[in-house]
């Protein structure tokens, strides 16, 4: 997932947002300003010179420098200082050129921070951010602007699809512990189309029956029917969805009220509830909760009643994989061979047999994934 700065800089509701940030919340002591070393930080830190300079003349001179060449600036001169970068995640830039200014500067001397977009981990970690930057010896706190923030957990290595890469990895190896129920060379085949697929759609959700890329039908819960993207849902990028639904399941891990949290105790598991596959039902959106959730929000192995629930209905999706209901089955797929979608062994080894017994008399990439989930969570032995 990318962010084009130059939309961003282009987009009216943000450039409006921008001038009265300027005009409202920027110190007119401001002489210096610091963008982080990016492209888009850097196109940032310019619109805002140019804001600066058309609202002040030629009366000041306003030095605009990159984060690497703070070290040639003469802080004698320093009046007040404007940080910018366009896209902060729990703000490790940010904390670095605070540190350096405090080293720099007395603290007495104005700064604002400007970050239009924040995509923290978690909530509580964007406001430490703030914390930091704005608490200072001084009776006033320094400034803090920021136009969009939606936390959306953690980013790390270890994601849905690097654990989908593992499991076709993996079942490269050998076939021991396939079900001889499938025919060798159909094996072979729908192991070979479910590993193309996979390094085809390594960057994105892996498609409808047809090929298609999985998308949002018209109306969506979180997006402005009045908007631009609200009135065009079925071009919105996958990753627009994606980050929606991430932002919204970190929502319910932070939820105000403890009971409604979508966060484990130290008495019980929480997990998410079938129902939001049934109620998301567009084919993008189920692919959207199953990347983004957490393993242990899917793990109803401890839960007979929601392993029942969802045994189910991911059974209905197998079987209508040629049909829109069934659109998203590739992912639900995905999801059992990662683990990161758990049944009860029992639930497991039924919703298999028979979603493989379906289809197991011609190849498919569906069949491949099925294959490559059998092989996973049941080693040759259980064969």
Known sequence: ????????????????????????SVSMA?????????DGSKKLGEVAHEMLSEKWGASKSIRCVPYSELDQVDFETVSGVLVATVVARDGGILREI??????????????????PIGIPQSARAWTLLKTFL???????????????????GDDGKENAWNRLTKVVSAGQVDDIGFTPAVADKVRHQAL???????????????????????ALSDGFLFFDATSDVGKDCENVPQSTVFFTIAAVLQFAREHEYHELRLQP??????????????????????????????????????????SKL??????????RWERTYGDAALEFAAALATGTLKLTQEDTRALLKE?????????????????????????????
């Open 265 to 306: 105790t130290g008495y019980e598991s929480v997990v998410l509830s079938p129902e939001c596959f049934l109620r998301f039902n567009d084919n993008v959106l189920q692919a959207s909760f199953l990347r983004a959730c957490l393993p242990s929000e899917l793990d109803y192995s401890a839960s007979p009643e929601l």
């Open 1 to 24: 997932m990318t962010l084009n700065p130059d939309l961003l800089l282009a987009d009216a509701a943000f450039r409006k947002w921008l001038a009265a940030e300027i005009d409202w």
């Open 192 to 214: 070979d189309e479910a590993t193309e697929l996979i390094e085809e759609h390594k960057h994105s959700f892996l498609p409808k029956h047809d090929g298609n890329a999985l």
């Open 98 to 115: 605070s540190r350096d200014l405090r080293a720099y500067m007395d603290a007495t001397v104005p700064r604002r921070f400007l970050a």
């Open 310 to 319: 969802m045994k189910e209905f991911i059974a209905k999706v197998f079987a």
């Open 134 to 152: 704005m608490k200072n010896p001084t009776p006033r706190e320094y400034g803090f602007s920021n136009w969009l923030c939606l936390p959306i």
């Open 30 to 38: 401001t002489n210096l300003i610091v963008y982080a070393d990016d």
């Open 355 to 383: 979603a493989i017994d379906n289809r197991k008399e011609k190849a498919s990439s569906l069949l491949g994934l099925l294959l490559l989930t059998q092989r996973a969570l049941f080693p040759a032995s259980e064969g």
